[in-house]
């Protein structure tokens, strides 16, 4: 009950690598009915030509779908003896839709840079509340960073004059409350 009420793909694994049980989420991710897969290698799903060379720090794994299709995966592995012999759990997560978000999220950066860039602008970009920024490489050098340096907002406010901190955090608040520029 447990594996089956799970929000992730999970199967078991013999020691040949044939597949013993599978959940719900599992039949979700791959398109195979339970049917289809008990007893069937694990390759099926996890074909050996599809993984990365960094597959072995859990980064890069595909797996394939009934429809031939190629899904991003993040795969836990936990080993159980039990008498009948040795099995693997897998927990399974499709990650493509994170992968893509993630993807998207490091082109609208890129295209940030090169707009702050040809206009020689020095930009910063905070995204309340965490505490690190994007920031332009214009930005960086008019304020002495290095370019792999991480900027934090904390870093930023302590580099305002101290007279000037309380007027500048609170154009922050207001904009923030306001939903406006600042």
């Known amino acids: 009950r447990v594996v089956e009420g799970a929000p992730n793909a999970m199967l078991v694994s013999d020691g040949e690598g044939k597949i013993t049980l599978v959940n719900a989420q599992t039949e979700v991710v791959f398109g195979y009915t339970r049917a289809e897969l008990i007893g069937k290698p694990v390759k099926l799903l996890l074909p050996e030509g599809l993984q990365t060379p960094r597959a072995k720090t859990n ?7 009934k429809d031939g299709s190629v899904v991003s995966l993040e ?10 012999g040795q099995f693997v759990l897998a927990a399974i997560i499709d990650i ?6 993630e993807s998207s999220l490091r082109e609208s950066e890129e295209r940030m840079s090169m707009a702050a860039d040809a206009a020689n602008l020095g ?9 690190t920024m994007w920031v332009s490489d214009k930005w960086r050098q008019i ?24 007027t500048v955090e609170r154009a922050i608040a207001d904009a923030f409350n306001e939903r406006g520029a600042f």
Do not use: C, K, S
Request: hydrophobic fraction near 30%.
């Open 59 to 65: 980064q890069g794994l595909f797996g394939r779908r």
């Open 75 to 84: 795969i836990g592995l936990n080993p159980i003896r039990t008498p009948e």
């Open 96 to 101: 493509t839709e994170r992968l893509a978000a």
């Open 123 to 131: 930009m910063w970009v905070w995204d309340a509340p965490e505490t």
């Open 143 to 166: 304020h002495g960073y290095g370019p792999d340096e991480e900027i934090r907002y904390d870093d930023l406010i302590r580099r305002i004059h101290p007279q000037d901190r309380e």
